[in-house]
């Protein structure tokens, strides 16, 4: 059968090829470089399916299963992921600028140093996601849910900031329901776990010590419900 991958807006054709799937199609035409930005994959069932590197800037891929998808470096610029199932996907280094994730299952996606700058993430489910080193400055986090104690994130929720500490890792704070709450390397926890452990494991008096308990104090204020 001749799978054809249509432009979204001109349906033009943009790739086509004698296959059994559209999703042998697509890893076909990534494979060979073939152009798919702006391509309709609406609901493409592309689970497992090996995109490393592929360039989908603003494409289709409202509610497409992308579960356990390879899409390390992948160019995913302004693409339209709206309530796409990314469970457990490789989104490493991936460019996500601006993309819509509204909805989407992130659930385990690997997101170490993605560039999520201004994408819309509202009620996206991202339990257990590696958000470390990602890139999320002007993203809407807002109503994401981040699972087990941190919960669902309230309307402006979190800021970033590092790198920071001995390791240069990325900080993270969040604002949920459930309270304020950091990750940090290897560590998640509340605000006042964070700080029992900074102490814990640098002193009061270290620089690093001081660096994070007045990291601690900022988040504080940034979260409190003070007005401006």
Same mark, same amino acid.
């Given at each position: 059968? *001749?799978?054809? /991958?249509? &432009?979204?807006?001109?349906?033009? @054709?943009?790739?086509?090829?004698?296959?059994?799937?559209?999703?042998?199609?697509? @890893?076909?035409? @990534?494979?060979? %470089?073939? !152009?798919?930005?702006?391509?309709?994959?609406?609901?493409? &069932?592309?689970?497992?399916?090996?995109?490393?590197?592929?360039?989908?800037?603003?494409?289709?891929?409202?509610?497409? !299963?992308?579960?356990?998808?390879?899409?390390?470096?992948?160019?995913?610029?302004?693409?339209?992921?709206?309530?796409?199932?990314?469970?457990?996907?490789?989104?490493?280094?991936?460019?996500?600028?601006?993309?819509?994730?509204?909805?989407?299952?992130?659930? %385990?996606?690997?997101?170490?140093?993605?560039?999520?700058?201004?994408?819309?993430?509202?009620?996206? !489910? $991202?339990?257990?996601?590696?958000?470390?080193?990602?890139? $999320?400055?002007?993203?809407?986090?807002?109503?994401?849910?981040?699972?087990?104690? /941190?919960?669902?994130?309230?309307?402006?929720?979190?800021?970033?900031?590092?790198?920071?500490?001995?390791?240069?890792?990325?900080? /993270?704070?969040?604002?949920?329901? &459930?309270?304020?709450?950091?990750?940090?390397?290897?560590?998640?926890?509340?605000?006042?776990?964070?700080?029992?452990? @900074? /102490?814990?494991?640098?002193?009061?008096?270290? *620089?690093?010590?001081?660096?994070?308990?007045?990291?601690?104090?900022?988040?504080?204020?940034?979260?409190?419900?003070?007005?401006?």
């Amino acid at each position: 059968m *001749k799978y054809q /991958i249509l &432009n979204r807006y001109d349906s033009r @054709v943009q790739f086509e090829l004698e296959c059994e799937s559209l999703k042998e199609a697509v @890893v076909r035409a @990534v494979k060979d %470089g073939a !152009n798919l930005r702006e391509a309709n994959l609406y609901g493409a &069932n592309l689970y497992g399916a090996d995109l490393g590197e592929a360039d989908l800037r603003g494409a289709d891929l409202r509610v497409a !299963n992308l579960r356990w998808a390879n899409l390390y470096g992948a160019n995913l610029r302004g693409a339209d992921l709206h309530g796409a199932d990314l469970h457990a996907a490789n989104l490493h280094w991936a460019n996500l600028r601006e993309a819509n994730l509204y909805g989407a299952n992130l659930y %385990g996606a690997d997101l170490r140093g993605a560039n999520l700058y201004g994408a819309d993430l509202r009620g996206a !489910n $991202l339990y257990g996601a590696d958000l470390r080193g990602a890139d $999320l400055y002007g993203a809407n986090l807002g109503g994401a849910d981040l699972g087990g104690k /941190i919960g669902k994130l309230k309307s402006g929720g979190y800021f970033t900031c590092g790198p920071q500490g001995s390791r240069g890792d990325m900080l /993270i704070a969040f604002n949920s329901d &459930n309270g304020m709450f950091v990750k940090v390397g290897c560590f998640t926890g509340s605000l006042d776990e964070f700080r029992s452990a @900074v /102490i814990k494991t640098h002193g009061e008096e270290s *620089k690093h010590s001081k660096l994070y308990l007045g990291i601690a104090n900022l988040i504080e204020y940034k979260f409190s419900e003070e007005e401006a």
